[in-house]
């Protein structure tokens, strides 16, 4: 579980005991720098872990052991690979390269702050960093709750999502089993978007206005059983 918001990158993450974590830079689309994900180190072996946006990508990943993964009832299939030629590691979903790494390189965690402000004000790089963003994928990743600003998440596909009315309701999702029960979750939800209303306000209207742009309707949408 990791919540992102503004300029703390990353707020929270659960992982295993005695786990040392590095943040990664990342390419998309031949723009480098533009997506942050976590190298977890455990025992002496290396796991990628990447937050996505609203991807199930559900697990982390021992950076040898390249597989295919599953999510959402198999409807969602992704996989890490390692590229002889450039010497990157890419991350595929859908049969396209998503994500490329460089497994040897690590970031500091302050190195993130230029590539949020960037991210905001040149609308040639992204924008691939999201101000406010946190999932679950809980019964064995068949399910999907998700933020991302003001666009929600819920369901048994990454369709299924709508369009937050107010910040009123994004603040409702952690209130909801399975996110209600980590412990001082909605607490940091809470103040991530205090920070955000502080550093940059007008995200939330923002991002509305956007999802309305790509049809993204303000109703939920409800699964039939």
């Not at 396209?96 to 390189?105: D, G, L, R, V």
Request: charged fraction near 20%; charge should be neutral.
């Amino acid at each position: 579980m990791v919540l992102h918001a503004s300029y703390n990158t990353f707020s929270i993450i659960h992982y295993p005991s005695q786990t040392r974590l590095q943040y990664q830079s990342c390419e998309i689309n031949h723009r480098s720098d533009c997506h942050v994900a976590i190298l977890l180190q455990l025992k002496g072996l290396r796991y990628f872990v990447d937050v996505a946006n609203a991807k199930p990508y559900n697990q982390a990943v021992h950076l040898g052991g390249l597989s295919t993964f599953t999510g959402l009832d198999g409807s969602f299939q992704w996989g890490l690979y390692y590229n002889q030629e450039s010497g990157l590691m890419e991350v595929h979903h859908s049969n396209e390269k998503a994500i490329s790494f460089h497994p040897a390189s690590t970031v500091p965690y302050s190195s993130f702050r230029a590539m949020i402000t960037r991210s905001r004000g040149d609308t040639s790089f992204g924008p691939f960093l999201t101000d406010l963003r946190f999932c679950l994928f809980p019964d064995n990743a068949s399910r999907i709750l998700a933020v991302r600003d003001a666009c929600i998440y819920d369901g048994s596909s990454t369709q299924h999502k709508y369009c937050a009315a107010t910040k009123e309701v994004i603040k409702s999702i952690p209130k909801r089993p399975p996110l209600a029960l980590i412990d001082g979750f909605k607490e940091l939800v809470d103040d991530a978007i205090s920070v955000l209303n502080r550093e940059n306000p007008g995200w939330f209207e923002r991002s509305r206005e956007i999802l309305c742009g790509k049809g993204v309707s303000g109703v939920e949408k409800k699964e039939s059983l």
